[in-house]
């Protein structure tokens, strides 16, 4: 995993002033980094029946369509608001810089399906919290949520995990 994480570069002060920004680009145009960043991430799961991973936009669309197909289950689109064009459920959340509202298509989940969350990077959890709500609004059963980043300090993963939600990270970087 040493390997991974120096394949995520840092940018300092984006998109404001403190923020760390772990840019995962530069492990995704790596192929032999982006192919181990999908078999972490989905290992623990393939012994587990998954229905379907929902990827959060937009970096768990590339992170989950590839985990979903490894997986062999569909993949399910949580996207930013206003971008879906079917009927949606919404919910707003605080992000690490600002507040925003994603959304699910209202009929993606049906009662009962075993839902595996996937995004890039875990910091404050509020997306991820925003993520499950609609899941679980949806009929969803999490199974999981996996993440190529924990920022420990900030402490998304043990909101998380409160909410009786398994957490998969790969990789830590201290700070914001
Ligand atoms: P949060 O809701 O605070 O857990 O933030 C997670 C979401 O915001 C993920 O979709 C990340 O891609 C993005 N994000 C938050 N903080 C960072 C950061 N320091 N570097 C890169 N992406 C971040």
């Known amino acids: 995993m040493d390997n991974l994480k120096s394949l995520i570069r840092t940018i300092p002060d984006y998109p404001k002033p403190g923020i760390m920004f772990r840019d995962v680009t530069t492990l995704f ?19 587990q029946r998954i229905d379907a991973v929902a990827g959060i936009e937009a970096r768990g669309f590339i992170l989950g369509g590839a985990i979903a197909d490894r997986l062999g289950c569909g993949f399910i689109p949580i996207r930013k608001k206003g971008k879906l064009p079917g009927k949606t459920i919404g919910q707003e959340y605080t992000l690490e810089y600002g507040v ?3 959304e699910i298509h209202d009929d993606a989940i049906e009662e009962g399906q075993r839902i595996l969350i996937v995004d890039d990077l875990i910091a404050t959890g509020g997306t991820a919290e925003a993520a499950i709500k609609l899941v679980r609004q949806t009929g969803g059963e999490i199974v999981g949520a996996a993440f190529i980043i924990d920022l420990p300090e900030i402490g998304g993963r043990s909101k998380i995990e409160a909410l009786d939600v398994n957490c998969h990270v790969l990789v830590e970087f201290d700070g914001h």
């Open 29 to 47: 145009r790596d192929p032999e980094g982006f192919e181990l960043a999908i078999i972490a991430m989905a290992r623990p799961f393939r012994t």
């Open 100 to 102: 925003d509202a994603i």
